[in-house]
């Protein structure tokens, strides 16, 4: 039997936000630190949705942002990320992922995800690609296809964006810290890439409250 998680982490991310993948480490780390004390889950957000224009790959706003942040932040944690050839659209990989979660695969495919775009530079807004990374993470591709082709988790992936903007999410990744009991409005937010040594002394301190 499954404890009772006391404290919840909601995240939002989207799959093209380099700081977002930095993060899936460290939230790893988090959830083996607290075990069953503690529930994490992702939620979708579209940086640059239809009919908003993606971002130039060879553009000087990415290659400043990288030079600036994501390396540097990659060395500090052990991490190789690679600039992608490619910028695309992310509501097809975030329709994926929505079918691994309901094919209890969801933890293999978002990081094969993330790792085929900032590791393998792959255009991950490609059927064909979402199809290969979902068969590595043991799922059906030709269900996946079919899946996305109807349409079956938009509406999921809409939903968890519209909550994010009733919260007042306007950037990735987001952290919304909270006891199990306690609504999401009530939850402490935690912005960006957050170090392991931050997150934990979040929950920790969640947990003395708790207690109290």
Known sequence: ????PRVRLDV???YVCPFCYLELPQLARLQEEFGDQLAIEWHAFELRPEPTPTL????DYLRRTWDRAVYPMAA???MVLRLPPVQPRSRL?????EFARDHDRFDAFHTAVFQAFF???????????LIDLARRSGLDGEALQASLARGDHTDVVLHAEDRAEALGITAVPTLLL???????????ALDG?????????????QLDAIQA
Do not use: C, H, K, N
């Open 76 to 78: 500090e944690y052990g």
């Open 1 to 4: 039997m499954t404890a009772t």
């Open 93 to 97: 990989a975030l329709e994926a992922a």
């Open 56 to 59: 130039d790959p060879a553009g």
């Open 12 to 14: 939002w991310s989207d």
């Open 119 to 129: 590791e393998e530079g792959r255009d991950i807004g490609e059927r064909e690609v």
């Open 178 to 188: 909270r006891s199990a009991q306690a609504p999401i409005e009530q939850a402490r």
């Open 193 to 205: 890439a957050v170090p392991f040594a931050q997150l934990a002394a979040a929950v920790r301190a």
